[in-house]
């Protein structure tokens, strides 16, 4: 099933992709852009982490599908390896916590975001 992208999730994963400055997180190779993935490790289902930096990394194609999505073993390790063991076992705990958006919230995220691109532009 699709999950259907809001503002909040266009703005996030552009403000995700500029971060990494066009360069994958993975293979470190220079994609650009428009041409990396923000790659959720916990799925974007979670609302608790659907747009929490730390939960997100910009891959190309190729890392995003074939390297972690085909390896959920590996992608582990390697999110260990980028976040430190305290950072993944943060995380991971927060994925047990269920948050219910407001839409003060989301109006408060997406400004938060669009001064966060401002920074890249």
């Given at each position: 099933?699709?999950?259907?992208?809001?503002?909040?999730?266009?703005?996030?994963?552009?403000?995700?992709?500029?971060?990494?400055?066009?360069?994958?997180?993975?293979?470190?190779?220079?994609?650009?852009?428009?041409?990396?993935?923000?790659?959720?490790?916990?799925?974007?289902?979670?609302?608790?982490?659907?747009?929490?930096?730390?939960?997100?990394?910009?891959?190309?194609?190729?890392?995003?599908?074939?390297?972690?999505?085909?390896?959920?073993?590996?992608?582990?390790?390697w999110m260990e390896k980028k976040?430190?063991?305290?950072?993944?076992?943060?995380?991971?705990?927060?994925?047990?916590?269920?948050?219910?958006?407001?839409?003060?919230?989301?109006?408060e995220l997406r400004a938060s975001?669009?001064?966060?691109?401002?920074?890249?532009?």
């Amino acid at each position: 099933m699709k999950i259907k992208l809001s503002e909040e999730d266009r703005l996030f994963s552009l403000y995700i992709r500029n971060k990494a400055n066009g360069i994958c997180e993975h293979c470190k190779k220079v994609k650009g852009v428009k041409r990396l993935q923000a790659s959720h490790y916990f799925g974007r289902r979670n609302k608790a982490l659907r747009w929490d930096e730390k939960n997100v990394s910009a891959l190309c194609f190729t890392c995003h599908m074939v390297v972690m999505t085909e390896n959920p073993h590996y992608h582990t390790k390697w999110m260990e390896k980028k976040l430190g063991k305290v950072g993944f076992r943060k995380l991971t705990l927060a994925s047990n916590k269920l948050k219910k958006w407001t839409k003060d919230e989301l109006k408060e995220l997406r400004a938060s975001l669009r001064k966060k691109l401002k920074e890249y532009n």
